[in-house]
């Protein structure tokens, strides 16, 4: 039998929204966690316990990223989201960036839009050895509409290949699509009740899918048993998710009190989105955008209603869920600390709440609210061991040699646990 595994005289951030615990101990027992107790009550020199001394370290819950685009590579717009690497490099890529989730502590992700079915294919691969990697979550493929109801274009369908993107312009094909993407593996549904500035066929204020639609995508992913998600960026856009029973709200950039107030109501997940349209905006001319097109953006806006709305999503207990629209060139894969940064610097969310977005809530949205998330007796194993306190300085996050190591289940999958020099008499 494999000895216990005692993480010995660390900080312990629980994931719950509260400062960190100094002088714990964490005992592990396979891929669970057994206790959580005082450092001078740990059993130090139990010949069936693995001790090691992690004195100055601190041990937080793994993160989940909550809206992950797997297999975007870098891209700068629609496009090039679909079209600019093969299917096989993109899988290729896809999964060099799954193993390297767990180098950045996310021992989970949740997918929000897949291209070709990727996400289904990782997790399968992940599940069965053959790919290291963290727990997967797949999405669907975005379901997508050529345009507004006032604008479907059948010709734009046509040049879309079905296996990258499905575009639907009747509820029916949309209980279709919804019905054939669980089939293939997705645990969660990827629909647009909005648009988006940079999209090609509707704008952020502007509705992609019609308020029916939306009930027919929502009652089909859950008749199958799985959830659904909305790209929701404008108000009536966020009004019709709303009503549809969306399970995940993403952006929720023009949301307004009253809509708040239902989301909280009926406890839907919110991935909001700050960091990565403030990083097109001061970023985006050194990538190729030019000063017209960012001033023809509306995200200006965006930004300031988000960090209006940031606040009163904490105060009225609404699930927030960290996670960015990582893959585009400004917001590359592997930056994904960056974005809790920003919600401390810009938004003013104590880093401890900005924690809970990406541990507590991130399993919760990925369906292991019970097991994960929390540094807890009885959790599963999924620990991050850094090198200062995250509560204290969520920098740490993004800092080389900040995250020391990641365990998954009780076994370590990146980085490594390294003991506490020893202190002699001469160091004294």
Not at 28 to 44: S, T, W
Request: aromatic fraction near 4%.
């Amino acid at each position: 039998m494999a000895p216990k595994l005692l993480l010995h005289n660390v900080g312990v951030q629980e994931g719950l929204g509260r400062a960190t615990l100094p002088a714990r101990s964490v005992l592990l027992d396979g891929d669970r966690i057994e206790a959580v107790l005082p450092a001078g009550e740990a059993p130090v020199g139990n010949p069936g316990i693995e001790t090691v001394d992690l004195t100055g370290r601190t041990v937080m819950p793994g993160m989940t990223l909550g809206h992950t685009h797997i297999a975007y590579l870098d891209v700068h717009d629609a496009r090039e989201m679909l079209f600019k690497y093969s299917v096989p490099e993109l899988t290729l890529r896809a999964a060099a960036n799954t193993t390297a989730l767990l180098g950045c502590g996310y021992t989970a992700f949740v997918g929000a839009g897949s291209v070709s079915g990727i996400d289904m294919a990782l997790r399968r691969a992940v599940d069965s050895g053959r790919l290291l990697g963290p727990r997967i979550t797949p999405c669907s493929r975005d379901l997508m509409v050529s345009g507004p109801p006032e604008r479907r274009n059948g010709e734009v369908k046509k040049r879309i290949p079905t296996d990258l993107m499905r575009l639907a312009d009747t509820p029916e094909e949309m209980a279709e699509y919804v019905a054939g993407e669980i089939a293939e593996g997705a645990e969660i549904v990827k629909v647009f009740s909005s648009g988006d500035d940079t999209f090609p066929n509707g704008r952020s204020h502007e509705l992609l899918f019609t308020a029916e639609e939306l009930v027919v995508a929502a009652r089909t992913a859950h008749e199958h048993g799985a959830r659904i998600r909305a790209h929701s960026r404008g108000l009536q856009g966020i009004r019709n998710a709303i009503a549809a029973g969306v399970d995940v709200i993403d952006h929720a950039s023009y949301a307004d009190d009253a809509a708040l107030e239902a989301i909280a109501e009926r406890g839907i997940f919110v991935v909001p989105s700050l960091h990565q349209p403030h990083r097109l905006l001061t970023t985006g001319e050194q990538h190729g955008k030019t000063t017209d097109y960012l001033e023809s953006l509306e995200f200006t806006a965006e930004v300031e209603n988000t960090l209006r709305i940031l606040p009163l999503m904490v105060e009225m207990g609404i699930p927030v869920v960290a996670g960015d629209d990582f893959g585009f060139a400004w917001t590359p894969h592997g930056s994904y600390a960056e974005e809790l940064d920003t919600y401390v610097t810009m938004a003013g969310i104590p880093a401890r709440e900005v924690l809970r977005w990406a541990t507590a809530n991130g399993a919760a949205l990925a369906g292991r609210g019970k097991e994960a998330g929390t540094v807890e007796p009885g959790r599963l194993a999924d620990l991050v061991v850094t090198a200062e306190d995250p509560a204290a300085s969520i920098t740490v996050l993004s800092r080389p040699g900040g995250i020391e190591a990641t365990l998954l289940g009780g076994r370590v999958v990146a980085g490594a646990l390294s003991p506490a020099p020893t202190t002699t008499g001469a160091d004294r």
